[in-house]
Antibody, heavy 121, light 111 residues
């Protein structure tokens, strides 16, 4: 079973940069897509982006493209989500999750515990 | 890409059956059999309950079942138990570049 472990909660000021991580502790990191999803009270759950660590090929939700960067280091089994200039509206709970690996694969079956990001002046 | 529409809340007594609806469009729910359902308890990560409309992952109780008709998908929980009290979200693949869209979420209360 995949075990995804995310980095801890962050409190940042607007304009600051941030990189959060998601480590696969038990599985072959290069054989599945890993995604990042945001959950906020106002907008609910949103799929942001996903990456295939085997070749670092990313795909983005157009709503988040240009706002965040997804990356992965397959040598250490870790995926990242990065901001260069945070806004208050980036506050929320961020989850990494593994995309399904059989049938259509269009679901997320293993989730990290979540990273709470708070952006406030 | 708009979120899929779910009722804000559904309730039932222990042992009863409840159904949660999830309404989309022909570009998502109606166009593909790629609907999934997630259960989320407070302070926890979502848990996959159903994938590809009506398939249960290993370990998920057979009290949970999924179906779809046109642009509306449904999750039915039979034999409702106290532990089923949680938020439930549907999701669908979409032909738009958004790729995946989620529902607005339904709070299930066990009376």
């Amino acid at each position: 079973e995949v075990l995804l472990v995310q980095s801890g909660a962050e409190v940042k000021k607007p304009g600051e940069s941030l990189k959060i991580s998601c480590k696969d502790s038990k599985y072959s990191f290069t054989t599945y897509w890993i995604g990042w999803l945001r959950q906020t009270p106002g907008r609910g759950l949103e799929w942001m982006a996903m990456i295939y660590p085997g070749d670092s090929h990313p795909r983005y939700n157009p709503s988040f493209q240009g706002e965040v960067t997804i990356s992965a280091d397959k040598s250490i089994g870790t995926a990242y989500l990065q901001w260069t200039s945070l806004k208050a509206s980036d506050s929320g709970m961020y989850f990494c999750a593994r995309r399904g690996t059989y049938a259509s694969g269009n679901w997320f079956d293993s989730w990290g515990q979540g990273t709470l990001v708070t952006v406030s002046s | 890409q708009s979120a899929l529409t779910q009722p804000a809340s559904v309730s039932g007594s222990p042992g009863q059956s409840i159904t949660i609806s999830c309404t989309g469009t022909s570009s998502d729910v109606g166009g593909y059999n790629y609907v999934s359902w997630y259960q989320q308890h407070p302070g926890k990560a979502p848990k996959l309950m159903i994938y590809d409309v009506n398939n249960r992952p290993s370990g998920v109780s057979n009290r949970f079942s999924g179906s779809k008709s046109g642009t509306t998908a449904s999750l039915t929980i039979s034999g409702l138990q106290a532990e089923d009290e949680a938020d439930y979200y549907c999701s669908s693949y979409t032909s738009s570049s958004t790729l995946y869209v989620f529902g607005t979420g339904t709070k299930v209360t066990v009376l």
